[in-house]
């Protein structure tokens, strides 16, 4: 069976510190529950999370959607958002994760990105540098999210073929941000090897899609 990768990357630097990454943790739970329930996600899904604040940790590895455990994502209660960095971390990460079609085998379908942040990359030269190569690396859509009013709606579109905005960040918003994205999820499993392009729910009412 073919894969299809999913990547979050997750600001967990200082300001996501207290209810909002409590929030985080409970909407990443259920959508969790959520994909379990397609029984053509857990055929192909593979899902990996990636936390970016001072440092960059890989929570959890590439790993198939059955045997996924979502453990609980802490952050310190202050410090930089090296958002560049956590790019960085990624080319590197899908070059070697994601197998590619030969001769004797089909590959994996492209990947999808999801990245969340509340605020602006503190190593912001290293973003504009990786942003490029990101998209280079073929993915079949990238959405960005910038949680809060402090978040920068631009420099996401630098990146993200999509940009949706929360005004909050609390439990009830961001459930219905990750409500969504499952919803996205189910969307690219179904349109594979149909389409080159993912038509993209609608979101709901808490969450402005970025023209």
Sequence with gaps: MRRLPVYFLLDTSGSMYGEPIQALNNALSGMINTLRTDPH??????LSIITFDRD???????????????PEIVCPQSGPTHTGKCLEFLV???KSDVRRGDANQKGDWRPLLFIFTDGKPSDLQLYRQMAPQVKALNFATIVGCAASKSADNDL??????????LDTVDSATLKQFFKW???TIEQGNKSM???EVIALPPPPQEINLVI
């Design 193 to 195: 090897g149909t389409s």
């Design 156 to 165: 996401l579109k630098e990146l993200a073929d999509t940009v949706v905005h």
């Design 41 to 46: 996600a857990l055929d192909s899904l593979w």
């Design 181 to 183: 994205v499952s919803d």
């Design 56 to 70: 960059i940790n890989e929570v959890v590895p590439l790993t198939e959607l059955v045997s996924f455990q979502l």
């Design 92 to 94: 590197g990460k899908v």
